[in-house]
């Protein structure tokens, strides 16, 4: 090697080994002002594709460094990395006058992937950088919509899929094939091959299995033979893993008179799943009798399950909880049934031992309500909320129609301050339970605590006031339209009242022997007072009366105003009658064919 080659090698080394320290070490303090144009490769022309660089463009990188940036360096020099090869671009010196760096290069995109650009100052060693990608050309697919890909599934348990889906867009000219690629850790997954025809966008996904649990990362990429992917493409998303969730069988009870197990199982929290509950005869011998199965889903918490069996059956029942596509662990306990002779209650009551100790105490009694002596067994006091076992103590036997009385002690869940507690008793043949409500000692209620939710008491006292208010506006209307009335009546002083039917609607009116004409309220249908009809000497006037209003006759229910010629309808089986057009408030009076000749 000539001694003129040392020199450029033995600073690409030194760029190569200091380069990552240098970044980290001027990155957050800019002192250089990049700006990347793209041009297309044959014309020369800014790029249609925007901010993306593909294979033969043309990518104009300009970088600025102020004077009071650079007052401290003499020369400058530019490199670019590609695939671990660093080559110098170009160099020079700093004018001492004008020590300002303007300068801009340009690089041809011949090959695809990451191309970062160095610039490094001397003799201050400063370095900063800036990175562009190179697709490849033609490019095919580019994301459709926000970049990224969607998580499905969670929250997410040791041992469950995570799916992962990406929306893409064919900008190219045919249709393509193209697929979704995960990666996490040792385990890998390619989803199902997509046809996307040119000018469409289709969503790709593809599922892993995460069996360990923590913060996961998840490496994704889109891909397909023979086809430009952009690099946008591709990335990383983080999830979280937590732990496989638990089934257990809190008891087992034999329902007589339904033939009915009634299983409560325990889910710990998490999703809700599906379990397959399995209850096979177990014979002397070991062979198994036929099984009774049932699919359910239940939630995290404690749930009961009620399991048809065969009728009368007496013996060893093998009851079964298994997880159903997703992977718990299977869980399962033994129950005897005898109809006649083994059966147990719990009664359960629990009280507060001292405010210093924190702990309650649950006083439990097993009642042998069977005709055969129940083995010794163990009691648990079993966590409602998950599961967890707090006390267990064994049992003595216990005679026919005896009981046996205890306590256990037991502290809360640093994370509640209530709760139930499940006490559990199991033994030969038999599985009984009862469950107790219990408060922490630190977490029972103030004295200043109202029994009822405030929220709600101001509303109903709100809705009371609504209801009063119009209570009171209903009472003085009817108060002044009894007022008014009065005083209407006091009006009409020395004056006989008598009653009449009208007839338009056959409302009965009040009337005095004074009033000339009678005017119905409901449907202000005008009548003459019929004592006035029968005076003789008023009978002038009642015609002067009758002449002075307009008059209609129609062969049909179908009449005309005589004022606005307005249609209206007045039956003829009730004329004559003075009726008022509804349009103008014209009186008029509505008569037959036969009564208007007359």
């Known amino acids: 090697m000539r001694p003129a080659d040392i020199a450029p090698s033995l600073l690409i080394a030194a760029l190569i080994i200091t380069s990552g320290a240098v970044l980290a070490e001027t990155g957050d303090d800019s002192i250089v002002d990049w700006s990347i144009s793209v041009l297309d490769g044959v014309s020369g022309?800014?790029?249609?594709?925007?901010?993306?660089?593909?294979?033969?463009?043309?990518?104009?990188?300009?970088?600025?460094?102020?004077?009071?940036?650079?007052?401290?360096?003499?020369?400058?020099?530019?490199?670019?990395?590609?695939?671990?090869?660093?080559?110098?671009?170009?160099?020079?010196?700093?004018?001492?006058?004008?020590?300002?760096?303007?300068?801009?290069?340009?690089?041809?995109?011949?090959?695809?992937?990451?191309?970062?650009?160095?610039?490094?100052?001397?003799?201050?060693?400063?370095?900063?950088?800036?990175?562009?990608?190179?697709?490849?050309?033609?490019?095919?697919?580019?994301?459709?919509?926000?970049?990224?890909?969607?998580?499905?599934?969670?929250?997410?348990?040791?041992?469950?899929?995570?799916?992962?889906?990406?929306?893409?867009?064919?900008?190219?000219?045919?249709?393509?094939?193209?697929?979704?690629?995960?990666?996490?850790?040792?385990?890998?997954?390619?989803?199902?091959?997509?046809?996307?025809?040119?000018?469409?966008?289709?969503?790709?996904?593809?599922?892993?299995?995460?069996?360990?649990?923590?913060?996961?990362?998840?490496?994704?990429?889109?891909?397909?033979g023979g086809i430009g992917v952009s690099h946008q493409l591709s990335g990383t998303v983080s999830v979280t893993v937590m732990p496989m969730q638990t089934i257990d069988i809190a008891s087992v009870n034999h329902d007589q008179d339904s033939s009915t197990l009634d299983i409560a199982v325990m889910l710990s929290e998490g999703r809700q799943r599906d379990v397959e509950v399995t209850a096979t005869p177990a014979s002397l011998d070991g062979s198994l009798g036929e099984s009774s199965r049932l699919i359910v889903s239940i939630l995290p918490g404690s749930q009961t399950i009620s399991l048809p069996i065969q009728e009368s059956f007496s013996g060893q029942m093998d009851v079964t909880v298994d997880a159903l596509n997703w992977p718990g662990e299977q869980t399962s306990t033994q129950i005897g049934i005898d109809?006649?002779?083994?059966?147990?209650?719990?009664?359960?009551?629990?009280?507060?031992?001292?405010?210093?100790e924190e702990s309650v105490e649950i006083t439990y009694t097993i009642r042998n309500t069977g005709t055969t002596e129940l083995d010794t067994g163990v009691i648990e006091a079993v966590w409602v909320f998950d599961g967890r076992v707090l006390d267990s103590k064994t049992t003595p036997l216990i005679g026919t129609s005896e009981e046996h009385q205890s306590s256990v002690d037991v502290t809360l869940p640093s994370d509640t301050s209530s709760g139930e507690v499940r006490i559990r008793y199991s033994s030969t043949g038999i599985i009984a339970s009862g469950t107790v409500s219990v408060t922490s000692p630190g977490g029972s209620s103030s004295a200043s605590e109202l029994p009822f939710p405030l929220e709600a008491a101001a509303l109903g006292a709100l809705a009371g006031l609504v209801v009063i208010l119009l209570i009171v506006l209903i009472m003085r209307t009817f108060e002044n339209e009894v007022s008014r009335t009065s005083e209407d009546e006091s009006t009409q002083v020395e004056h006989t009242e008598s009653n009449l039917k009208c007839s338009n609607c056959g409302m009965i009116l009040r009337y005095s022997s004074n009033q000339q004409r009678i005017t119905c309220p409901a449907c202000s249908t005008s009548m003459e007072n019929p004592e006035n009809e029968s005076k003789t000497d008023s009978i002038p006037t009642i015609r002067e009366k009758q002449d002075s209003t307009p008059e209609v006759s129609s062969p049909t229910d179908v009449i005309d105003c005589p004022s606005c010629e307005q249609t209206l309808k007045v039956p003829i089986n009730r004329r004559p009658v003075v009726a008022r057009c509804p349009a103008c408030m014209t009186t008029f009076r509505a008569l037959t064919e036969e009564s208007y000749d007359e």
């Open 45 to 224: 022309e800014p790029s249609i594709n925007g901010s993306l660089v593909l294979l033969g463009d043309i990518v104009d990188v300009n970088f600025a460094v102020p004077q009071e940036s650079s007052q401290e360096d003499e020369r400058w020099e530019l490199w670019i990395k590609h695939n671990e090869i660093w080559n110098l671009l170009a160099q020079g010196d700093l004018d001492e006058e004008n020590p300002t760096l303007d300068e801009s290069v340009e690089l041809g995109a011949n090959s695809t992937g990451l191309h970062e650009v160095h610039l490094r100052l001397f003799p201050s060693s400063r370095t900063q950088s800036t990175e562009f990608y190179v697709d490849s050309n033609p490019l095919d697919l580019v994301p459709a919509g926000q970049l990224g890909v969607a998580v499905r599934g969670e929250p997410l348990h040791s041992g469950d899929y995570a799916r992962v889906s990406a929306l893409v867009h064919n900008r190219g000219a045919d249709t393509v094939s193209a697929h979704l690629y995960l990666e996490s850790g040792t385990d890998s997954s390619t989803g199902s091959d997509v046809l996307i025809q040119a000018g469409s966008s289709k969503e790709l996904d593809s599922s892993i299995q995460l069996l360990e649990p923590g913060y996961r990362e998840i490496s994704w990429s889109v891909g397909g």
């Open 339 to 356: 109809e006649s002779t083994l059966s147990a209650t719990i009664v359960a009551t629990a009280s507060q031992i001292s405010a210093v």
